[in-house]
């Protein structure tokens, strides 16, 4: 499930921006596609001009029924009525999402036969402290069996002992939900915290869940900015 809404706070219309030749949310479709690792693959928006541009190229396209305050809730209704198992939320603006790390969180669900991780993501390590420090960029740190404690804006941990070694990880938008999951999240209201940072994976934290954090060293550009979408122009190339 691709969540895609038109009127984005930090990008307008980012969604919709030339990418190559093809709007953004095109690319990100057809990159989840192309995967080859899902029985369906939908976006799922609010918007008719997004919409169309999906049922233009033949892809499938839910419409939502009323507004949402994060893409995991979006995506909650569409399948609410649907006998499925996993649901995977690859963001919008990820056109260079990759079959390698998406492999890797599925798996994780494949093996956890008693059924006890609801929700996972992915993390890369990043080095540049600019990256590190821009709040466009969602940090996230784990504990030492890989559960996320926290995700933050923020440089998160604070250097404030410089000898002292640290990786410090960026959040992928990517979830892997098992759909009872989804369903709880959402029925529960949005708390301070997850409201404060504007980071949807916190309301889990907040009402005790766990999330499973699985290592990628594929990057790819995550388009929150318009030069975000210059970067990835580049590449594209």
């Known amino acids: ?34 995967t080859g690792l899902f029985s369906e693959v939908y976006v799922v928006t ?31 209704e569409a399948v ?13 603006d990820e056109p260079f999402i ?3 790390s998406l492999e890797k969180i599925i798996k994780v669900f494949k093996n956890d036969t008693a059924k006890e991780i609801d929700l996972g993501s992915l993390m890369t390590p990043i080095t540049d402290w600019d990256e590190i420090s821009n709040p466009n960029t969602v940090k996230v740190i784990v504990d030492n069996q890989g ?11 604070y250097p404030r002992d410089k000898e002292v070694e640290a990786t410090y990880y960026k959040h992928k938008g990517v979830y892997v939900f098992r759909k009872r999951a989804l369903m709880d999240f959402k029925k529960l209201p949005m708390l301070p915290l997850e409201a404060k940072e504007k980071i949807e994976a916190i309301r889990f934290l907040e009402y005790g869940r766990k999330i499973k954090m699985v290592e990628t060293h594929v990057t790819g550009i995550e388009i929150d900015t318009p030069e975000d979408l210059d970067r990835a122009r580049k590449i594209w190339k």
């Open 1 to 34: 499930m691709i969540p895609a809404r038109y009127q984005a706070s930090r990008f307008p219309a980012k969604l919709m921006q030339d990418l190559g030749g093809k709007p953004v949310i095109v690319r990100t479709y057809e990159a989840a596609v192309n």
């Open 46 to 76: 609010d918007s008719p001009i997004i919409s169309d541009v999906i049922k233009e190229i033949g892809g499938n396209v839910i419409m939502s029924k009323t507004a949402h305050e994060s893409g995991s809730d979006r995506i909650a």
């Open 80 to 92: 609410e009525d649907m006998d499925v198992d996993i649901v995977i939320n690859v963001q919008g």
């Open 98 to 100: 990759d079959a390698e």
């Open 147 to 157: 559960f996320a404690l926290y995700f933050s804006r923020s440089p998160i941990p």
